[in-house]
């Protein structure tokens, strides 16, 4: 695996959408203006990119963990000035307000490739879900038991080095559960 794990990930997601014949487009890095501390402007996309599938928009966050946990909420580090949440407020709230139209869905696919549950460590969480535990967990970040408890587990399967996501099953699953009022 590369050393990139975020990446790669978006890299796999982006071949198993394609594999499978549904519509996954990646909104570009935005550049920053300035050095390190020097940044000056860093314009924000409000998600890594969208599905399309079954007539159906998907806004997905896309985020992995080395460590175990995926940070939200994080107030900067004393000691390291630019630290900042995985899962940041402008990703969160663009997400939300996405959320309300019909046939828009919005989420995270979370990834732990160090942890398993039930050899499952891929996850799509529903934004709404996701903002409604985070007012009520007393956590400042997310862990695989987490995502397991509030998401929808995406089966995967390793290849030599990378993965292929069965993505169309959760989008069904996730209009499934639209269509019997869990939306």
Not at 3 to 21: A, D, L, P, V
Not at 115 to 139: L, V
Request: net charge positive.
């Amino acid at each position: 695996m590369a050393s990139n794990y975020g990446k790669q990930f978006e890299k796999n997601i982006e071949t198993s959408c394609k594999k499978q014949n549904i519509l996954f487009e990646r909104y570009k890095d935005n550049g920053k203006f300035g050095f390190g501390n020097q940044t000056r402007f860093s314009s924000k996309n409000p998600c890594d990119g969208h599905i399309f599938y079954k007539s159906n928009l998907f806004y997905v966050e896309l985020k992995s963990s080395k460590t175990g946990s995926i940070s939200f909420n994080q107030p900067p580090d004393i000691k390291k000035e630019n630290a900042v949440p995985s899962i940041k407020p402008h990703q969160v709230k663009a997400l939300i307000e996405r959320s309300v139209y019909s046939n828009v869905y919005s989420g995270l696919i979370v990834w732990f490739p160090m942890k398993s549950i039930n050899n499952i460590n891929c996850f799509y969480i529903d934004i709404n879900i996701f903002y409604g535990w985070t007012k009520t967990c007393n956590k400042k970040s997310m862990n695989i038991k987490d995502a397991n408890k509030i998401g929808i587990s995406i089966s995967s399967r390793k290849l030599k080095v990378n993965y292929v996501y069965d993505i169309e099953n959760v989008l069904n699953n996730i209009l499934e559960g639209q269509n019997n009022g869990n939306k």
